[in-house]
């Protein structure tokens, strides 16, 4: 799953870049140049998408681009954290019955969905599996 969010840059009265991601109302940052924005724009979405999910709302979907919109793309440990957490907002599932499901003590359910926290691999499949989802690895060139 490719979460690639549309990016849109404005340049601001005392030359910097304001880089944002309309998708996700809030996610804002500035930089020197439109790269630098661009650059920083990713912790900023992490940042206000963990908030999304401590607020227990729902994650929005990216849009499509446009033809040539600068995108940015979230981070496969927490695109699956956050298919993690989607699943159990779409099913009601609490973090106390994913943990009793997965024979987990509910902490580590809580640092599961942590987006800051560095979860095991197997520690996200076991969860997936838990709500009926798989992971999927796709490697791609690079731009």
Same mark, same amino acid.
């Given at each position: ?32 140049? *439109?790269? +630098? !924005?661009?650059?920083? /724009?990713?912790?900023?979405?992490? @940042?206000? =998408? #963990?908030? &999304? ?13 446009? *033809?040539? +919109? !600068?995108?940015?793309? /979230?981070?496969?440990?927490?695109? @699956?954290? =956050? #298919?993690? &957490? ?28 942590? =987006? ?28």
């Amino acid at each position: 799953m490719l979460e690639a969010y549309p990016v849109v840059f404005t340049l601001d009265t005392n030359k910097t870049v304001i880089a944002e991601v309309p998708d996700v109302p809030g996610t804002m940052t500035v930089g020197k140049s *439109r790269q +630098q !924005a661009l650059a920083r /724009i990713q912790d900023a979405l992490i @940042a206000m =998408l #963990a908030g &999304y999910t401590e607020q227990k709302l729902p994650i929005p979907r990216p849009s499509r681009p446009k *033809r040539d +919109q !600068a995108t940015v793309t /979230i981070p496969p440990m927490v695109a @699956a954290k =956050l #298919a993690i &957490y989607r699943a159990m907002l779409e099913q009601k599932v609490s973090q106390l019955k994913l943990a009793e499901r997965l024979g987990r003590d509910p902490r580590q359910i809580r640092r599961l969905l942590n =987006l800051d926290h560095n979860s095991r691999l197997d520690h996200l499949e076991a969860a997936l599996h838990a709500l009926g989802k798989r992971l999927l690895v796709d490697v791609r060139d690079a731009a």
